[in-house]
């Protein structure tokens, strides 16, 4: 990993400064492939997952470099799933056989969902404190677990997916301003309202689909 940041290390310079904190380039061009992955994502456009895995592959590295071992893995793991993503928006089916299309969760899966999401947040946080020099362990490891429930979500195409990323945002950006990455706490908080639009906007297209 050394090596890595050691090759990436122009990437790793400060842009400009922002509240007294250093934005480095690495950080500036995920935070534009971030953007522009949202805006895809509410349009229902499969541009959006080519777009998640390089900005997921930046954020590991600026993740790892901080000492946030939680998100940086997460990045990795958002990397394979925007693969998965990609092949199940492209190729994907319901259970009934169909293509994929927005759909609603029902509510038995989602408190499923829920429910194992909230058991998997203090195990990691566990790990992180005691296996890790993660400076906030639990505060890494909630965003971190509920994001994998988000992504999940939306590459199988349900709507609940953007109910979870408003969660994820809230305390990412908590997260992110502690650790002065400014850049990225503004990319957060622009999610907020982003990810109560793309409800909106698939809430419409659930709306505009013919009735069975």
């Not at 394979?80 to 609603?104: F, K």
């Not at 400076?135 to 909630?142: I, M, N, Q």
């Not at 408003?166 to 908590?174: D, L, Q, Y």
Request: glycine share 8%; with cysteine.
């Amino acid at each position: 990993m050394d090596v890595l940041l050691a090759w990436l290390s122009p990437l790793l310079l400060p842009a400009f400064e922002a509240f007294g904190s250093p934005i480095t380039w690495l950080e500036l061009v995920a935070f534009v492939l971030a953007v522009w992955m949202v805006i895809c994502n509410m349009r229902v456009q499969v541009l959006g997952w080519p777009l998640a895995l390089v900005s997921s592959l930046l954020y590991f590295v600026l993740f790892w470099s901080g000492k946030l071992y939680g998100e940086a893995s997460l990045q990795l793991v958002f990397a394979a799933l925007a693969l998965w993503g990609w092949l199940q928006w492209l190729r994907g089916r319901t259970r009934e056989g169909e293509a994929l299309y927005v759909r609603r969760l029902g509510q038995h899966h989602l408190a499923l969902a829920v429910g194992v999401t909230l058991l998997a947040w203090p195990l990691l946080g566990l790990y992180l404190a005691h296996y890790t020099d993660s400076t906030l362990p639990y505060w890494d490891a909630f965003p971190t677990v509920a994001s994998l429930l988000g992504q999940y979500l939306l590459g199988r195409k349900y709507q609940e997916n953007w109910g979870v990323w408003v969660v994820v945002n809230v305390v990412s950006v908590a997260l992110f301003a502690i650790k002065g990455y400014w850049l990225t706490v503004l990319l957060y908080a622009g999610f907020i309202p982003m990810s109560v639009a793309g409800w909106r906007a698939w809430s419409r297209e659930l709306r505009a689909q013919p009735a069975v």
